[in-house]
């Protein structure tokens, strides 16, 4: 039993594909409508969906964590050659940023709804707008690590294994 903790499959995982995009994407998908029903909100002064963002913004604080420890240790795993260190590096740092960032607006959110869940300030929907931003970044460089880079893909992994990439 043990033996199959511990192999590894031909993506270098010990399970059957990778973990960390399919919890990602729940957190850009959950940050980006967060954003999406505050400016609504705002604009059509709908507070329901001032509602339906700050609970978006819960789970995606909570999700960002799982994401970021299933990152980490399938980037372990990746044995990522030298060009592509400097981008793994990035999106890991932004990664970690991210968390941090997405939990202190989720706290903010909280100071806000527990003070007037009707209203939003306007500053809250320019920091929102800055998050998409950053996400969109972090986006980018996790599609370059798979689309360009190839991490976790058999090419890469058998190449790497060969020793063809340094």
Not at 23 to 51: K, P, Q, W
Not at 86 to 114: E, F, Q
Not at 120 to 131: E, F, K, N, S, W
Not at 140 to 165: C, N, R, S
Request: negative net charge; contains cysteine.
């Amino acid at each position: 039993m043990f033996n199959f903790l511990t192999s590894l499959n031909e993506h270098n995982l010990p399970y059957p594909d990778t973990l960390h995009p399919i919890v990602v994407h729940f957190v850009i998908a959950m940050v980006l409508f967060a954003v999406f029903c505050d400016a609504i909100g705002y604009l059509t002064n709908n507070s329901r969906l001032f509602e339906v963002s700050w609970w978006n913004m819960c789970l995606a604080t909570i999700a960002i964590f799982v994401a970021i420890i299933l990152g980490q240790f399938e980037a372990g795993l990746a044995k990522p050659y030298e060009i592509v260190k400097s981008v793994l590096n990035l999106h890991t740092l932004i990664g970690w940023s991210l968390s941090g960032i997405i939990a202190a607006i989720t706290a903010w959110r909280y100071v806000i709804r527990s003070r007037n869940p009707q209203k939003l300030p306007l500053a809250y929907l320019g920091v929102g707008l800055i998050l998409t931003l950053i996400v969109g970044f972090q986006v980018f460089l996790g599609d370059e690590l798979v689309w360009i880079y190839g991490l976790h893909t058999v090419p890469v992994v058998e190449a790497v294994k060969d020793g063809f990439l340094p």
